[in-house]
Nanobody, 123 residues
């Protein structure tokens, strides 16, 4: 059974930083595509960052230069380092695995999802 468990969310002031983690079990994730998504109230889920099997990355324009996606295969964990946070980054953040298209930021291409972790940025 595949499980993705996010952690690291919280409340910070604008300009602050957070590091999200996604622990993966029951899945040979190191060989597949993974990503981070977010969804704010009343808005559609949007892709934030994606990583491929070779460590290649792709980012949404809104987070380029501020967010960094990475993974540690030895720990079966995906990360999202978020710096210079803005109030518009406030959302529930989800990790996704089992991507069927390399570096895509479209949610329909991912098979497995975590339950999410809340990030709130105050001005």
């Amino acid at each position: 059974q595949v499980q993705l468990v996010e952690s690291g969310g919280g409340s910070v002031q604008a300009g602050g930083s957070l590091r999200l983690s996604c622990a993966v079990s029951g899945y040979r994730y190191s060989t597949d595509y993974m990503g981070w998504f977010r969804q704010a109230p009343g808005k559609e889920r949007e892709g934030v960052a994606a990583i491929d099997t070779d460590g290649g990355t792709n980012y949404a324009d809104s987070v380029k230069g501020r967010f960094t996606i990475s993974k540690d295969n030895s720990k079966n964990t995906l990360y999202l380092e978020m710096n210079s946070l803005k109030p518009e980054d406030t959302a529930m953040y989800y990790c996704a695995a089992g991507g069927r298209l390399s570096l895509t930021l479209q949610s329909r291409w991912y098979n497995y999802w975590g339950q999410g972790t809340q990030v709130t940025v105050s001005s």
